[in-house]
């Protein structure tokens, strides 16, 4: 255990340091703060999962011990290092890695899209791009949700916020765990426009 602990941290640093607007951070979150983050969210009562920015699987680990055995887990990352150790982690499992951007799944992939998703967890560097694409990365999560729907937003800085329209989001939970860098999760519930 401690030996693939070493590598994912190996692996996380080294990405990080080459490609850091991409991977937006130096460390991956804790499985504490995993833990954490994901039980703000019934993922016992979901059958399809989309996570954006899966990274090396913190999140996804947590998400695959808490999620009904016949569920769905969609993990999206563009990061081909990180794909290759999410394939070979949960190679036994019923996730299933796709390594590509979010922006291209809608007409790359419209499987993983349709049917509509319970859930979609965003881990993406909301701070080090432009506006243009944390819409985007919105949008894709408004049009992958079925209604009422679930979107957890995982950021170090609460930037997306300001981009949420209040006549399709209803904000449900908050969490902000105290780290280096402090974690801030957000979810909301989609809603039916009247």
């Not at 290759?84 to 790359?108: D, M, P, Q």
């Not at 801030?184 to 809603?191: A, G, H, T």
Request: with cysteine.
């Amino acid at each position: 255990m401690r030996k693939k602990f070493w590598e994912e941290q190996r692996l996380f640093i080294h990405s990080a340091l080459r490609r850091y607007r991409d991977v937006g951070m130096l460390f991956p979150c804790s499985y504490r703060t995993a833990e954490k983050a994901i039980s703000l969210l019934p993922i016992e009562k979901m059958k399809k999962i989309i996570e954006v920015g899966s990274g090396t699987g913190r999140l996804t680990i947590t998400i695959q011990k808490r999620m009904a055995p016949k569920a769905e887990l969609f993990c999206i990352e563009k990061n081909p290092e990180f794909c290759g150790y999410l394939a070979k982690t949960f190679r036994n499992s019923n996730a299933v890695v796709i390594n590509e951007s979010v922006e291209n799944i809608l007409r790359l992939h419209p499987d993983v899209v349709f049917p509509l998703a319970d859930c979609v967890v965003l881990s993406l560097p909301a701070a080090m791009v432009s506006d243009d694409l944390r819409l985007s990365w919105l949008e894709f999560a408004q049009t992958a949700l079925n209604q009422n729907g679930y979107c957890l937003i995982h950021q170090f800085l609460p930037v997306l916020r300001k981009y949420i329209n209040d006549t399709d989001w209803v904000k449900r939970n908050h969490k902000l765990i105290m780290g280096m860098p402090p974690f801030f999760f957000e979810v909301y519930q989609k809603i039916t426009p009247s």
